[in-house]
């Protein structure tokens, strides 16, 4: 009885390993499986992040050429306007007077340039019936270099 009791628990021990031995291989099988889910995730994350940056620079461009492209509508109007008709002028013995054609042409350049937002463009001085003249975009101010009136 002892001797079949011995066989009986070890016919039950071989049963109970090849149940933990077959349980162990399914979990191994599905951590596998798990890891591959986790690496294709992966592989797709790094594909969005790729996309997301490569997206990003294309919108930087974009947002750089619509800044340049409208400064380059408000020089265009404001160069419209000069050239239709409106001169620059200056106040001299309590009246306004027009610059030369040469000194108008010269100060719309210097604005067009000042609107821009050239570096150095802030001030520009103008000859104009023999008077030269310091022109302060920024403020819309004048000022007579030789007297220092504004």
């Known amino acids: 009885e002892k001797d079949q009791l011995e066989a009986e628990f070890q ?11 077959q349980k162990r291989k ?21 594909a969005a992040e790729d996309q997301l940056a490569i997206l990003q620079d294309v919108l930087e461009t974009v947002t750089v050429e619509k800044d340049e492209l409208q400064a380059q509508l408000q020089t265009q109007n404001s160069g419209s306007a000069l050239r ?7 106040y001299m013995d309590g009246r306004w007077e027009e610059f030369t054609p040469e000194a108008n042409e010269h100060m719309l350049q210097a604005y067009l340039d000042y609107v821009r ?29 030789r007297t220092g009136k504004t």
């Open 84 to 90: 239709r008709g409106v001169t620059w002028q200056y």
């Open 117 to 145: 937002e050239i570096p150095g463009t802030q001030f520009v001085t103008i000859s104009s019936g023999g008077v030269d003249r310091q022109v302060d975009f920024k403020l819309m101010q004048q000022m007579h270099l």
């Open 11 to 21: 016919k039950l021990k071989r049963v109970d390993l090849a149940a933990e031995t």
């Open 26 to 46: 399914r979990a191994e099988m599905l951590c596998q499986q798990t890891i591959q889910k986790l690496d294709a995730e992966k592989a797709l994350r790094k």
